[in-house]
Each structure stands twice: as structure tokens, then as C-alpha cells.
């Protein structure tokens, strides 16, 4: 599976952001999907999962009630909507695919390249 994010940019603190992660490959709609960030100094944290049937999200306390994951597997696809974005929110952001119940980036058996998120205030 190979995986590809899209959809950064750079946003005023409190406006929104769609990331899309496109997969290649005929099992992505039996993938437990994943978004980490990585702030420049900082270690890769988990921010939000979905699992393969998109029946089942969870994410991190910090974006909890602002962002959104979600899937279309017709279209090979995860989607992180995110809203009210704050300028801690900066980071790169990867879509990762592993095993279901894990929040480890080491965990994850695929990942694609990041793609750059910038709040400013």
C-alpha cells in the first residue's frame, strides 16, 4: 500500500483545513487508518484513527470536538477535516496504516509522505 497526503497549506488561527491521504493497492478498505503530526523539536504524536469500516474513530484530547476523520474507501481515501485550527496545530502532518488498536506511529507498516501544516496567529 502506498499512501500520499494532500491538502496543507498555511491558515489564519480559527479557519479550517481539509487533508486528504490517497492509497494505492486493493486492501485499503481493510486498513485501520491513521493521522499523525510532527511539530519541528517535537515527537510524532497521534492525532486521530478510523477503523477499516469508518464505524469507528478516536482521536487525540488536543483535537478532540475540532477535527474530523473520516474515509471513502469507493475512493481509496481518508480525510482529516479540520476546524478552528490554532497555531499549535503546526506541524507535518502523515497518514499511516497499521494494525487495529494502536496509537504508535511505531506500530504503523505503512506511511505517506507528509504534508505541511502552518497556523499562524
Known amino acids: 500500500v502506498q499512501l500520499q497526503a494532500s491538502g496543507g497549506g498555511l491558515v489564519q488561527a480559527g479557519g479550517s483545513l481539509r487533508l486528504s491521504c490517497a492509497a494505492s493497492g486493493r486492501t485499503f478498505s481493510s486498513l485501520a487508518m491513521r493521522w499523525f503530526r510532527q511539530a519541528p523539536g517535537k515527537e510524532r504524536e497521534f492525532v486521530a484513527a478510523?477503523?477499516?469500516?469508518?464505524?469507528?474513530?478516536y482521536y487525540a484530547d488536543s483535537v478532540k470536538g475540532r477535527f474530523t476523520i473520516s474515509r471513502d474507501n469507493a475512493k481509496n481515501t481518508v480525510y482529516l477535516q479540520m476546524n478552528s485550527l490554532k497555531p499549535e496545530d503546526t506541524a507535518v502532518y502523515s497518514c499511516?496504516?497499521?494494525?487495529?488498536?494502536?496509537?504508535?506511529?511505531?506500530?504503523?507498516?505503512?506511511w505517506g509522505k507528509g504534508t505541511q501544516v502552518t497556523v499562524s496567529s
Open positions: 478510523i477503523s477499516w469500516s469508518g464505524g469507528s474513530t
Open positions: 499511516a496504516a497499521g494494525p487495529p488498536g494502536s496509537r504508535s506511529a511505531d506500530d504503523m507498516d505503512y
